[in-house]
């Protein structure tokens, strides 16, 4: 009888790994990864990815880590950990940070290795013409810059109660790692833009830190973005809400793993 029941048990256990329960699937993530990022790698099934320069990426790196860690050495396990909350959600758990875990070597491989190697991939994007913006600086790797035009004509037709959370903008490219860390911050490879900082609150600016979540950034605006791949800051615990940022396959996995909900509001 007792055999039995420990068969039951072992029989169901592997029923939940293999049906994706327990252990996440390596090879769906991999396939988002790919279906994000057309072309840029090739899938080595149940292991990785690989860069036509030679890059390989483990999934999964085998490492326990606490928050510092994940933060400081991902894998590509850990960038797809969290599941992104589309249109931000409800305000974000302690060090719920979706899209904060960025392996630097994916970065490198895909949009370049230095400063000199990026520069060469992006192109300046007149940011909010009709409001006589100033140019971006923005990557050209997978239409990202074409993307943000069709995000700008979208925000200019939203009317004018919306002008003042987007011009003048914060910014996008800029070369700088991390402050004491090595890291490049997503802003180095131009995938990033910051919408005007005088609306925008940012964890790091407020005498609460992160624990006290703070937002004035209309839903409408992070819509747009998250229709083209561009992830939200304000989704963050540690929020910056002047904060968007290409991340196509945390969308992707979003969408594919739960319907938009449209009642969600700040
Ligand atoms: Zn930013």
Not at 58 to 74: I, S, V
Not at 92 to 121: C, Q
Not at 212 to 233: H, S
Request: overall charge negative; charged content about 20%.
């Amino acid at each position: 009888m007792k055999a039995v029941r420990l068969w039951l048990l072992l029989a169901a256990f592997f029923f939940c790994v293999s049906a994706g329960f327990i252990y996440p699937s390596p090879d769906e993530d991999l396939a988002i990864l790919a279906a994000a990022y057309p072309g840029a790698f090739e899938i080595l099934p149940g292991w990785g990815i690989r860069f036509p320069g030679g890059t390989l990426l483990p999934y999964d790196d085998g490492e326990q880590k606490d928050f510092d860690a994940l933060l400081e050495h991902p894998d590509l396990e850990d960038m797809l950990s969290l599941p992104y909350p589309l249109g931000g959600g409800p305000p974000p758990a302690e060090h719920y940070d979706p899209g904060r875990f960025r392996p630097d070597a994916f970065f490198k491989a895909l949009y370049g290795r230095d400063e000199g190697e990026i520069r060469a991939t992006l192109r300046p994007v007149h940011w909010m013409p009709s409001l006589n913006g100033p140019r971006l600086l923005i990557n050209t790797r997978f239409g990202i810059d074409e993307k943000l035009e069709t995000i700008i004509t979208e925000l200019a037709a939203l009317g004018p109660e919306y002008r003042r959370y987007l011009v003048p903008p914060g910014g996008s490219f800029n070369y700088r790692p991390i402050a004491a860390t090595g890291r490049l911050s997503p802003h180095s490879f131009g995938i990033a833009v910051d919408i005007a900082t005088g609306p925008s609150h940012y964890w790091l600016w407020e005498k609460s830190g992160a624990g006290l979540y703070k937002n004035a950034i209309p839903r409408a605006i992070v819509d747009i973005f998250e229709k083209y791949g561009f992830i939200w800051g304000g989704a963050w615990y540690h929020f910056d809400t002047m904060h968007f940022e290409y991340r196509p396959e945390l969308l992707l996995k979003a969408r594919g793993t739960k319907p938009r909900d449209q009642n969600v509001s700040h």
